[in-house]
């Protein structure tokens, strides 16, 4: 069964650092593009980042220079370093592989196939 | 970065109703475009893909259509368990976004 587990979330105070980890089963990592998408309560859905499997990274104006994404593949884990968090930054975290094709340009374009169950990151004094 | 733009924001409807939610792109995204289900506490689920492809799993009762900037998503006859919020967004540009959502409840 393909299926992804977050985890790593919690209660930071502003300016500090959270690592996230997901966890993938049924498929492997290291050859996926993978995305993160984040949900502040009681909001809609925000991309965040995606690597492709080439390991090229992107990443949204709100966390670029602050957040970085990578992958383990001995562990078959996708990760989310986050650092000078913000209490904007407060949201549920989902991981999701990304399924798509190369578009006219360089990019992929992908839509979301499988996502995790989402951590819970909380940024506050 | 293109904006999606849903309506409606509410749909009041009944078991067995038809559904018909739209979602606008702020410019062309050719085909390029999924639609999401999410109900309270869980993470969204892919339903739509490439504007008409049902996901793996997803019941014949969902269908999208459109193209451009333009797409709708139709549920035939709502089950109980398809009062949920339902996202769209567009995959036809280097940064991927959402629509704001339209939420689906019972009448």
């Known amino acids: 069964e393909v299926q992804l587990v977050e985890s790593g979330g919690g209660l930071i105070q502003p300016g500090g650092s959270l690592r996230l980890s997901c966890a993938a089963s049924?498929?492997?990592?290291?050859?996926?593009?993978m995305s993160w998408v984040r949900q502040a309560p009681g909001k809609g859905l925000e991309w965040v980042s995606v690597?492709?499997?080439?390991?090229?990274?992107y990443y949204a104006d709100s966390v670029k220079g602050r957040f970085t994404i990578s992958r383990d593949s001995s562990k078959n884990t996708l990760f989310l370093q986050m650092n000078s968090l913000r209490a904007e930054d407060t949201a549920v975290y989902y991981c999701?592989?990304?399924?798509?094709?190369?578009?006219?340009?360089?990019?992929?374009?992908?839509?979301?196939?499988?996502w995790g169950r989402g951590t819970t990151v909380t940024v506050s004094s | 970065e293109i904006v999606l733009t849903q309506s409606p924001g509410t749909l009041s409807l009944s078991p067995g109703n038809r559904a018909t939610l739209s979602c606008r792109a702020s410019?062309?995204?050719?085909?390029?475009f999924a639609w999401y289900q999410q109900k309270p506490g869980q993470a969204p689920r892919l339903l739509i893909y490439?504007?008409?492809s049902r996901a793996t799993g997803i019941p014949d009762r969902f269908s999208g259509s459109g193209s451009g900037t333009d797409f709708t998503l139709t549920i035939s006859r709502l089950e109980p368990e398809d009062f949920a919020v339902y996202y769209c967004?567009?995959?036809?540009?280097?940064?991927?976004?959402f629509g704001p959502g339209t939420k689906v409840d019972i009448k």
């Open positions: 967004q567009q995959y036809g540009s280097a940064a991927t976004t």
């Open positions: 490439g504007a008409s």
């Open positions: 410019q062309s995204v050719g085909r390029y």
């Open positions: 690597i492709y499997s080439g390991n090229s990274t």
């Open positions: 999701a592989r990304a399924r798509g094709s190369y578009g006219p340009s360089y990019y992929y374009y992908y839509y979301l196939d499988v």
């Open positions: 049924g498929f492997t990592v290291s050859s996926s593009y």
